[in-house]
């Protein structure tokens, strides 16, 4: 066989192999960090939403076509991601999926506006699983733009509720990473401790620039010094692992209440430090799940390890969701879709979860989980990465009771 | 008081761990005029040899293990890397080193993965040693400081003491003359950097459990061992040590001191509630970037540092 000849019949293959898979493929791109600082969260998102489409391609995918997921590493960076969603648009692609950054979220959602007003058959819809900057289903609230992760003020909603029983809290000290979602976190955590517990002491209000902190002694000497019981903070990553245990170093009695300190990497640092000081706000409890769930986290867990956890679980939520609206639109085309989705109920893991009409926001059951030691085989599954440390769930909000008033005023097309 | 007494006592274990990784950095700094980008690396890697040493045979051999690995892994990258770069300038050093941090990164990240490691301090040590007001002061805290300080009398001693010493600090100021004389300064730059890249190391095994040990440490500390050699100034030890104290008490207060420049202007009696918005940004809020304003102030003012014996 000559040159021409290979040439040909490598062309013909790769024709064959490429263009029908390319037409009966539903892509997702999944814009997230998958280098630099924050790769170990994005990478779990990944994992997840991998194992997601899997289940559901195992089913059969959706109207005879499969789930195909394209990962783009999007560095944590809004500019990046803004070129990574141009080239998913480019690549045909109508769904991305992202989550770390609510600054990343926030260009998306302009970004994808924009491409969608100009060019309509090119429609994207954006699958946010993480980002939870409340603007996003409120005043900034697009319709191509679906939120599966509670936002940051029904988390707050729910702690301060779970916070407002505990007559042993009388003062709180306010302690957050200085941009956006820290901002989010902070103002929310004032408003609601003056409107649910009028007696308890905000005592500090402190913002601490991103990422950049070693040591957090000097912070907790000022905690110590204000005298206060609990703490409230939207830290994530090394800051609250450092955090905690400068606490326990200096012997600090205060209680943390946090969002992210059931997050990749973050229990095992807790370790023995965390226990019983740590409280978290979640939508996913693994050991509350219901039974239906159970072969869903099994299966996850057979596939990356024992101690991993799919606390994303709006992962699952958002892909079934997505899958289930097209069946019911008949169509892959994004308007259809997103029309479908809209409104959409379905049973969770945790109970009945809906996606509101009004604002794309999705209303599910939260979860006040404390960080304990899982002894005497009380708990089935453990806290990511931990082999004896896990959340017990001490309150659960169902989904009515976590929902917020929206300002949003949707534009549909 | 409180709150004096224990941000002094965090000021000045910090200070003492920044030095601990500076130290090497001045030296290699001041002799070779080699901006050694990897020196955090070493810093890493240490507290990753650490780590893996203290899983198999406990904390006190990867104590002494560990910068031993990292101080003949930097020795090799001295002779076998840097050196053939030297020949081609500053410029080609720079990026060296530079691709050198990159590397560890990525190779710390295949070995041990991107999340951190449990990396835990030694249960002897764990616990407060005493308490003051109503706070703890941990033991393994005290523990870094005897580190440090014990390694700054061996420092100490070795360079005043020794013939190699001498060498060395002749190095410091003057290796032109130095290899006039008939020394071998080349054997010298890699003793001595595989020297700085073993303290970095040790520092790294004892600060790797103290805070987090995961592929991100080295970026993170990188830079403030920068601030610290040039506000110390080139060439000298001392001013090092000066300098790591003087930013490890400083950012200690800063956090402590919640006043802003709008406070300030109320405070001297002017309306400040129409000063913009930044004029609300507390001394608190600035305090990990205090050092880097620090260092800028420095190069402004007094371009060759606190003791710095030489201009370039």
């Not at chain 2, 202007?265 to 600035?286: D, E, K």
Request: aromatic share 10%; charged share 15%.
């Amino acid at each position: 066989m000559n040159v021409r000849h290979l040439v040909r019949a490598v062309g013909c293959a790769l024709a064959a192999s490429l263009v029908p898979a390319a037409q009966a493929d539903v892509k997702i791109a999944y814009i997230d960090p998958l280098s630099g600082l924050m790769a170990a969260t994005g990478e779990h998102g990944l994992h997840e939403l991998e194992f997601a489409a899997e289940q559901i391609n195992a089913q059969g995918g959706v109207l005879g076509q499969k789930l195909v997921i394209v990962p783009m590493d999007n560095k944590l960076s809004p500019q990046e991601s803004l070129v990574q969603l141009k080239s998913a648009a480019d690549q045909g692609v109508h769904y991305i999926v992202q989550g770390n950054g609510s600054s990343v979220a926030g260009a998306l959602i302009d970004a994808v506006n924009k491409n969608n007003e100009r060019e309509p058959d090119k429609a994207i819809v954006f699958l946010n699983y993480a980002a939870v900057d409340p603007d996003f289903t409120n005043d900034k609230c697009s319709f191509w733009h679906f939120r599966f992760d509670a936002n940051s003020d029904m988390k707050m909603e729910a702690l301060t509720s779970y916070m407002k029983n505990d007559k042993k809290i009388s003062k709180v000290y306010l302690l957050n990473q200085d941009y956006q979602f820290g901002h989010q976190v902070a103002r929310a955590a004032r408003e609601m401790v003056a409107a649910k517990r009028p007696d308890v002491k905000i005592v500090g209000d402190e913002l601490h620039p991103l990422a950049k902190v070693k040591d957090f002694a000097p912070y907790v000497t000022k905690i110590q010094a204000s005298g206060a019981d609990a703490i409230i903070t939207g830290n994530w990553g090394s800051d609250l692992q450092l955090l905690v245990k400068a606490a326990k170093d200096a012997n600090l009695k205060s209680e943390f209440y946090t969002y992210y300190a059931g997050v990749v990497g973050t229990p095992p640092a807790l370790g023995d430090a965390g226990v019983e000081r740590v409280k978290v706000v979640t939508y996913w409890n693994a050991n509350e799940a219901s039974a239906a769930a159970v072969p869903y986290v099994e299966g996850y867990k057979k596939k990356y390890g024992a101690t991993a956890d799919p606390y994303t679980g709006a992962m699952h939520v958002a892909l079934t969701m997505l899958t289930r609206a097209m069946n019911e639109a008949k169509s892959t085309e994004p308007a259809k879709v997103a029309k479908a989705m809209e409104g959409m109920k379905m049973e969770g893991p945790f109970g009945p979860v809906e996606m509101r009409a009004a604002d794309h926001q999705l209303i599910q059951p939260l979860f006040i989980g404390t960080f304990v030691k899982a002894e005497g085989g009380k708990y089935k599954y453990m806290a990511d990465g931990t082999t004896d440390y896990t959340f017990r769930a001490d309150a659960k909000f169902d989904g009515p009771a976590t929902a917020r008033p929206t300002t949003c005023k949707m534009q549909r097309p | 008081m409180q709150l004096v007494v224990t941000s002094l006592l965090n000021g000045v274990t910090y200070g003492l761990l920044l030095f601990m990784l500076s130290s090497g950095l001045t030296l290699i700094f001041s002799m070779m005029g080699v901006l050694n980008f990897a020196h955090a690396s070493f810093y890493m890697l240490g507290a990753y040899f650490g780590y893996a040493i203290s899983t198999k045979l406990g904390f006190w051999p990867a104590l002494a293990l560990s910068p031993l690995i990292v101080g003949s892994i930097g020795a090799a990258v001295e002779r076998y890397g840097l050196r053939r770069a030297h020949a081609t300038g500053h410029v080609s050093e720079l990026l060296f080193t530079f691709g050198i941090a990159f590397m560890v990164e990525e190779a710390v990240r295949v070995v041990w993965g991107k999340q951190p490691v449990p990396y835990k301090i030694p249960d002897v040590l764990d616990g407060p040693l005493f308490t003051l007001y109503s706070s703890t002061f941990p033991t393994y805290k005290v523990f870094m400081m005897a580190v440090s300080l014990s390694m700054l009398g061996a420092l100490y001693l070795a360079l005043t003491r020794t013939r190699v010493g001498l060498v060395i600090r002749a190095a410091l100021t003057r290796p032109d003359m130095v290899e006039a004389l008939g020394h071998d300064v080349p054997r010298v730059f890699m003793l001595v950097f595989g020297g700085g890249s073993a303290l970095a190391a040790l520092a790294g095994v004892i600060g790797g459990n103290a805070f987090v040990t995961d592929p991100s440490m080295a970026a993170s500390l990188g830079p403030i061992v920068f601030v610290v050699v040039v506000v110390g100034g080139l060439g000298s030890l001392t001013g090092a040590f000066v300098a790591s104290l003087f930013i490890g008490i400083v950012q200690t207060f800063a956090v402590a001191v919640d006043y802003s420049v709008r406070d300030l202007g109320n405070a001297v009696g002017f309306n400040a509630s129409a000063f913009p918005t930044v004029a609300r940004i507390t001394l608190s809020q600035l305090a990990p970037v205090l050092p880097y304003f620090i260092m800028v102030a420095m190069l402004v003012v007094r371009p060759r540092g606190l003791l710095g014996t030489r201009e370039s």
